[in-house]
Nanobody
Framework: VQLQASGGGLVQAGGSLRLSCVAS??????MGWFRQAPGKGRKSVSS????????YYADSVKGRFTISRDYANDTVYLQMNSLKPEDTAVYYC??????????????????WGQGTLVTVSS
């Protein structure tokens, strides 16, 4: 399985970005995003299992970020609005073949993309 993430960049606080991640190799039930700020550990941002009915969001992004999937193109998106400087991080696309009861845990995922940098200036 390969995950190819894109869409990062530099944006001012209050702005928006949309990240994309294309999966290839097999069907994946769960896809999501983690992020890692400089000097900090990797933390869950959001995940989606099969459909928009089964989504997870970290408290820090609820109401600002929206995750979605395009099953026809094996792509997951993360729409990020009202960005804050504390959202600055490398964002990693991740996936697993089946469902999970712990979408917030790095240990739940088998596959990781290369990361895309999001920088939010104040």
């Amino acid at each position: 399985v390969q995950l190819q993430a894109s869409g990062g960049g530099l944006v001012q606080a209050g702005g928006s970005l949309r990240l994309s991640c294309v999966a290839s190799g097999r069907t994946l039930a769960t896809m999501g995003w983690f992020r890692q700020a400089p000097g900090k550990g990797r933390k869950s941002v959001s995940s989606i299992m099969w459909s928009e009915d089964s989504t997870y969001y970290a408290d820090s992004v609820k109401g600002r970020f929206t995750i979605s999937r395009d099953y026809a193109n094996d792509t997951v998106y993360l729409q990020m609005n009202s960005l804050k400087p504390e959202d600055t991080a490398v964002y990693y696309c991740t996936a697993r073949a089946g469902a999970t009861t712990a979408p917030w845990s790095t240990a739940s995922y088998n596959y990781w993309g290369q990361g895309t940098l999001v920088t939010v200036s104040s």
